[in-house]
């Protein structure tokens, strides 16, 4: 069965909480699978030894996660108006993936969560759109046919789905993000299905 990447970083849990649902979304289309993946936190002192497996929620993504997919989500808090740093530290990696085609002609999506409704969302989807265009992603977006896209009073976005945490930092996507999110991963899944 197809997989689709869902690769993420997660600190507090609100992008977590999204990826779930993107994976929801993938698993509504027949045939197809999502693969929950995350990078592990950088540090002042980057070569920290970490355990080869988180203690909890999703594995380490590994090379061959890159190869198999079918299509891919990456997802990320908005750190500044940007992605975070340890998504882009393992995006930084890929010199050779980029050199030998891996994700050519891959669907792709990106999702993101920021503490305040202004906070930089859309930069941050954008952010993470380009190293995945340098890569020959087909990046996808989410349509105005999906009619809570016009109707949130949250998060949620034509770039990519997206949650809006609040000062509290609160993980939960309201049912507008939920169902944004679940619609981006059916998206990609179904785009890649297409592909073949
Ligand atoms: C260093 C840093 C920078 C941040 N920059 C922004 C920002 O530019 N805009 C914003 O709204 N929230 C910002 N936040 C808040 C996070 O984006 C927000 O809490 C997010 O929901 C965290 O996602 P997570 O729970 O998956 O870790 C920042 C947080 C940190 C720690």
Redesign the pocket.
Same mark, same amino acid.
Request: proline share 9%; glycine share 18%; no cysteine.
């Given at each position: 069965m197809p997989d689709i990447l869902v690769l993420y970083y997660? $600190?507090? %849990?609100?992008?977590?909480q999204l990826a779930r649902q993107v994976a929801r979304g993938i698993g509504e289309v027949p045939g197809m699978n999502a693969r929950l993946r995350t990078v592990p936190p950088v540090a002042p002192v980057t070569r920290v030894a970490e355990p080869p497996v988180p203690g909890s929620g999703a594995p380490y993504v590994e090379r061959a996660d890159l190869e198999e997919c079918a299509g891919l989500l990456l997802g990320s808090?908005? $750190?500044? %108006?940007n992605m975070a740093a340890p998504l882009k530290h393992f995006l930084d990696g890929l010199g050779a993936e980029w050199a030998s085609g891996t994700l050519v002609g891959k669907p792709a999506g990106v999702f993101t969560?920021?503490?305040?409704m202004h906070?930089?969302q859309e930069s941050t989807l954008l952010s993470m759109m380009l190293p995945l265009l340098h890569h020959g992603c087909v990046v996808a977006g989410i349509p105005f046919t999906e009619p809570r896209l016009s109707s949130t009073r949250g998060g949620g976005t034509p770039y990519g789905a997206s949650?809006v945490?609040g000062p509290g930092?609160d993980?939960e996507p309201s049912e507008d993000e939920a169902v944004l999110a679940r619609a981006l991963g059916r998206r990609i899944a179904g785009l890649a299905a297409r592909l073949g």
């Open positions: 997660s $600190r507090n %849990g609100s992008v977590a808090p908005t $750190r500044f %108006g969560s920021t503490a305040s906070g930089g949650h945490a930092d993980p």
